[in-house]
């Protein structure tokens, strides 16, 4: 009996034993998806299939790729030009002419990313008027949206290549109506992106002459713009942001179907009725967003620079010649 209660005792202790831990399965750990960094880009004019690589990056991912949650502002260039030299915006879209025009205000401006390889402002009229060179334009009406922005830049340098100044015109702010102004004969002629109102009046039937500026004079244009702060402190952002544009618009070129089929997603009031004309000024802005044959894509060169700083200082639009080192960088693209 003594023997039983001593086995008992036994089990009983052995069965209030703490039982060794047994070791959990390890589950992966999940890591949390970086949070995105919004970045606004300054565009001018407002939603259109011209800035389809942009919708084309934002859809594809090459911007949250990098890192980056973009969204388009849109708007005047001049006033993006002053938002991004204070700061207030890090990156617009712009030409190398309002760089110039910003460094002469003080406003510490630089163009990174060459986006169009040939400059896109144009001078149409319908052949009928007879106007098919710069010293046609004498004494004549010609419109332009108003006395700022790359189309006003372009209308003073063709009319200096004829020896004329803007008092040898009649010279008429019209909005964004170059079209309907050129048409409607409200001016002689106007001044806008060769893949606006010349494609419009062409699509309606309208026979019309251009007179293009990259025909004359070279010089930058629209393309990635930011501020030295920015370029200062976080070079990785600026480097970021020119790797994604650049992929979008090489994207874009291989892919024009998909890239325009993108764009309407974006601009949808593009489509339906409006969708030939739409598509025919996307067709025609490919020509402008085609690598140039020579250099990096995205560089531009000196001589580009030093035409549009001299030129600007020609026509007293600046008072002095501004320097051209401090206008651009192909750093980012090289």
């Known amino acids: 009996m003594r023997r039983l209660l001593f086995l008992f005792i036994i089990l009983m202790l052995s069965a209030c034993a703490p039982l060794s831990p047994v070791a959990s399965p390890m589950l992966p750990t999940e890591e949390a998806e970086p949070a995105l960094r919004p970045i606004t880009l300054g565009v001018g004019y407002i939603p259109s299939v011209q800035f389809a690589p942009f919708y084309v990056g934002m859809t594809q991912g090459f911007y949250a790729e990098e890192g980056l ?22 990156f617009m879209i712009g030409s190398g002419d309002q760089v110039v025009l910003g460094r002469a205000q003080g406003l510490p401006v630089r163009y990174v990313m060459n986006w169009y390889g040939r400059y896109p402002v144009t001078i149409f009229a319908k052949s009928e008027t007879g ?13 332009v949206p108003g006395p700022f922005g790359a189309t006003y830049i372009a209308l003073r340098a063709i009319l200096e290549t004829a020896g004329l100044t803007e008092a040898d015109i009649q010279m008429q702010s019209i909005g964004f109506t170059q079209a309907a102004s050129v048409s409607q004969n409200i001016v002689d002629a106007a001044t806008d992106y060769a893949v606006n109102g010349p494609v419009v009046l062409t699509l309606a039937g ?26 200062s402190a976080e070079p990785a952002l600026v480097a970021a942001m020119v790797r994604a544009t650049l992929r979008s618009v090489e994207y874009t070129l291989a892919n024009p179907d998909e890239a325009f089929a993108i764009a309407l997603t974006y601009v949808p009031e593009a489509g339906g009725e409006n969708e030939v ?31 549009v700083a001299a030129l600007l200082q020609r026509i007293g639009l600046v008072d002095h010649l501004v320097d051209v080192e401090s206008l651009y960088t192909n750093q980012f693209v090289e």
Request: charged content about 20%.
């Open 69 to 90: 949650e973009l969204s388009l502002d849109y708007g005047f260039e001049n006033d993006y030009l002053k938002l991004v030299g204070t700061g207030d915006f890090q």
């Open 206 to 231: 309208i026979e019309i002459t251009q007179i293009p500026l990259d025909e004359y004079l070279q010089i930058p244009a629209n393309g990635l713009i930011t501020n030295e702060a920015t370029l």
């Open 277 to 307: 004309a739409n598509r025919a000024i996307f067709d025609a802005s490919l020509i402008y967003w085609a690598p140039r044959p020579e250099g990096a894509h995205g560089a531009t060169t000196v001589a580009e620079w030093e035409n």
């Open 131 to 143: 106007i098919t060179k710069p010293t046609d334009l004498a004494g004549k009406r010609i419109g």
